[in-house]
């Protein structure tokens, strides 16, 4: 019998992120996250490919480290040619409420290209406005994120330090200590790959679909 509802939309999750005040650090290379900081991702319950996630906060900003595994071709992406790149699109809501279906001025959604070909095979690091928004502080980017991007035999992983200045309302979010948070990966070898229910669900557009993480109080370091 065919599954229609997969069994990562069964259960509400809330996932808890470490603060780590020591980030981004002062290299000019973004640091690896530890194993503490590794997320439960739904997804795995499903009978998908699902990444690695690592994350950790501190009042100045976001870190985000995902792993994509299971490729046997290199990643390539334009970003004049999103459909055919590989890309990753982070989603972050920093008014996070289980009842509000229809993206905010709060909602932002960062856009990835580990390897952009007409930026000499550098990462590019975007937003990109949402659908059905009510506006916002979306479209910035440039040179104010800090990226990694390190490859593998079967994959590659990217790292990316997001200032809480580029976060609309992430100036309270210490006082509310709840982050909105879902990743969607479009790989041109392995398809779609969500990090909760995916499918049919409109995951990219509906933040009460996004994973609420708690952020830890104290620095861990």
């Known amino acids: 019998m065919d599954q229609f509802i997969p069994p990562s939309f069964l259960f509400e999750y809330s996932l808890s992120i470490p603060r780590r005040d020591a980030l981004p650090?002062?290299?000019?290379k973004l640091p690896t996250l530890l194993a503490a900081d590794t997320l439960f991702v739904p997804a795995r319950l499903n009978a998908t490919p699902a990444p690695r996630i690592r994350m950790a906060w501190n009042p100045a900003g976001v870190a985000v480290e995902v792993r994509v595994q299971g490729r046997s071709m290199p990643i390539a992406g334009r970003w004049s040619d999103p459909v055919s790149s590989d890309l990753l699109r982070l989603f972050f809501n920093?008014?996070?409420r289980s009842d509000v279906q229809r993206a905010t001025s709060f909602c932002?959604?960062?856009?990835?290209?580990?390897?952009?070909?007409?930026?000499?095979?550098?990462?590019?690091?975007?937003?990109?406005?949402m659908l059905q928004t009510a506006g916002g502080e979306s479209g910035k980017g440039g040179t104010v994120f800090r990226t990694r991007v390190d490859l593998t035999d079967d994959g590659y992983e990217v790292g990316v330090w997001i200032p809480g200045s580029m976060l609309a309302g992430y100036s309270e979010i210490e006082e509310s200590g709840v982050l909105g948070f879902s990743v969607l990966i479009e790989d041109s070898e392995l398809g779609r790959i969500p990090i909760d229910v995916g499918g049919d669900f409109p995951t990219q557009w509906n933040p009460s679909l996004w994973i609420p993480l708690q952020l830890a109080a104290e620095s861990s370091e």
């Open 25 to 28: 650090g002062s290299s000019r």
């Open 94 to 96: 920093t008014r996070h």
């Open 108 to 129: 932002s959604t960062l856009v990835i290209l580990p390897v952009d070909e007409e930026s000499e095979g550098a990462p590019r690091v975007e937003f990109r406005n």
